[in-house]
Every structure is written in C-alpha cells, then in structure tokens.
C-alpha cells in the first residue's frame, strides 16, 4: 500500500506524468528528454529520481548515456485519463516523434561533417555554387512561388529552370529592384509581385513548389501565410521552408527586422501539418560557428 500512495504522490505533478507518458511509448535519454520538453537538465535528472525512486521507471546504461523506460504499468489507465487534462502532452508527441526520427537518420552527423568540410581547403573547380547549378539543373521544369523573395537572389537562380517563377515580396524598392535585375539577364519566366506572405497575388491552385527562404519569421502571421501557401499549390504540390531555428538574439528584431526569433522544428512541423500538408519532414541543415551561432531549418511537405 505504501507504494501505491508513493507513486499516487509522484503523479500528483504534470510535469512528471509528461515524463511518465513519454517514457510509456520509447526508451529516452536526459538530453532527448531536454529537447522535447524544452526543460533543463537538473530539473528532468531531479523527476526522473522521484520516479526511479517510486519504481516507476529504471534506466540502463547505453555508452556514456542512460536510458529510461517505464517500469511500472500499474497506473497506464491512469496516466492516459490525466492527458487529456494536460494542454502540453500533444506537442510532446509530436516532439518525441521528431527526436525518434533524428535518432534513426544515422548517417546526419556524417553529412554534417561532410558539409562543414566543404570548400575549408582549396580545391581547384570545387565550390558551393557549382553544387547548387547542378542540383538546380536536376529540377524538372515548375511553376515555382517565391514567397518573400526580397530582392530575389534565390528566384533568378530558379528561373534557369523553372517553367515560371513568381517572386512575391511586401517591399515596392525591393520589386522593382529584383524586376530590374530579371530583365537585364533576359529571365522572362521571372516575374515580381508586390503583396504580402499571408494573401500573396498568385491564383489558387497554380504553383508546383511555394518556396520561403528566411522570410517566413518576418510575417506577423507565420501560420497564415503557410495556410495561404497550401491554397496556392496544386495536389501533389510541395512547400519548402528555409528558416532560423528559434534562438535568443534579441537584437535581430532591430538589426534584421525580425518579427519573430526564428522557430523550432515541432513549431514548423505543426504549421505545416495544421495547414493540411503531409509526408512532412524538417533537419538542421546549418549550424553557424560565430555567435550568436545561428542554425538554419530546413522543412518540407506535400499538398494531397
């Protein structure tokens, strides 16, 4: 009985019945833990004693890390019934869904490595520009929306091989700048709408790709204007989003603009699936070494 009146106790916290619920459905370390409900180590080591200590979880040791799983199925009836009284346990599982599949993409470090070593050393005929012509030349032809294209560097890039690509952005200096610059190196197929991220001027259903590049945290509405992204596609169409992981430099409010400080990976995820897309995917795919060490978000999904 005093078992029963412990582990009733060490439930009586959300915090804990969060661990408990995550901990039900995959074996987790400290730090995979940390990242999903964006919680401190100290805080997460202290609950997990508590449940250690009720005999709720037990760990094992993997390396250098411990593992935790759930120990004890005596109260699962009633951790379930006490989720639906806590707002924040359906972001977990979104949460723990993405740190699942970081843990399966075994071969991202590697890349990772790979990346950082790119163009380090001199290498005669090798850069990141040669790269990106010959992945670009890979594209099939597309009607493709730039949304928040500011001057359009990425657009006339697009426009190589593109069908056609519509650059949209908010600022008249910076249309008139970009369709400048399209018609003196003769891109027909690009063209520069004046018009906002959350009812950009392009027709329902005509886009193949919708493209943000770091623009998405300038709009005061992320989520409409991927919502808006999804009218404009056609079925089987793919939205890509370029943008800033959420960090705590103030200062780009000012220096950039910024209307938000980036966003996390289960922020994105949930914009896009809230908006209908699936097959939904995202990755860390830059990691800046200065600080304020900046990393870049890469996110993408299909219309149906």
Aim: net charge negative; with cysteine; aromatic share 6%.
């Amino acid at each position: 009985m005093a078992s029963i009146l412990k582990s009733l106790r060490v439930l009586a916290d959300p915090n804990r019945v969060r661990l408990l619920l995550l901990l039900e459905r995959e074996e987790l370390s400290v730090a995979e833990l940390q990242e999903i409900l964006s919680t401190g180590q100290s805080r997460i080591s202290t609950h997990l004693s508590q449940l250690k200590q009720a005999g709720l979880v037990e760990d094992r040791r993997q390396g250098k890390n411990s593992l935790y799983h759930l120990n004890n199925r005596q109260f699962i009836d009633l951790l379930h019934a006490a989720a639906s009284e806590i707002p924040e346990a359906e972001e977990d599982t979104k949460a723990l869904q993405l740190v699942l599949d970081k843990r399966r993409d075994k071969v991202r470090g590697y890349f990772d490595e790979l990346a950082g070593k790119f163009g380090r050393d001199y290498v005669p005929g090798r850069s990141w520009k040669g790269l990106a012509e010959t992945l670009l030349q890979l594209m099939p032809p597309m009607v493709v929306g730039d949304l928040g294209a500011g001057e359009g560097t990425f657009s006339q890039l697009l426009a190589q091989r593109a069908a056609r690509v519509i650059a949209v952005d908010n600022s008249a200096n910076m249309v008139e700048f970009g369709a400048r610059l399209a018609k003196e190196n003769g891109l027909a197929n690009l063209e520069y709408r004046l018009g906002d991220l959350e009812s950009p001027p392009i027709d329902d259903g005509s886009l193949d790709l919708a493209f943000f590049s770091q623009s998405l945290h300038h709009a005061l509405h992320p989520q409409k204007a991927v919502c808006a992204a999804h009218r404009l596609l056609k079925p089987e169409g793919r939205i890509v989003i370029l943008d800033l992981k959420r960090h705590s430099f103030e200062q780009a409010r000012e220096m950039y603009a910024d209307t938000w400080l980036g966003f996390s990976e289960v922020e994105l995820r949930a914009f896009l699936e809230d908006a209908g897309f699936e097959r939904v995917e995202s990755w860390i795919v830059d990691r800046e070494k200065q600080t304020p060490a900046f990393e870049t978000i890469l996110a993408i999904g299909s219309r149906r």
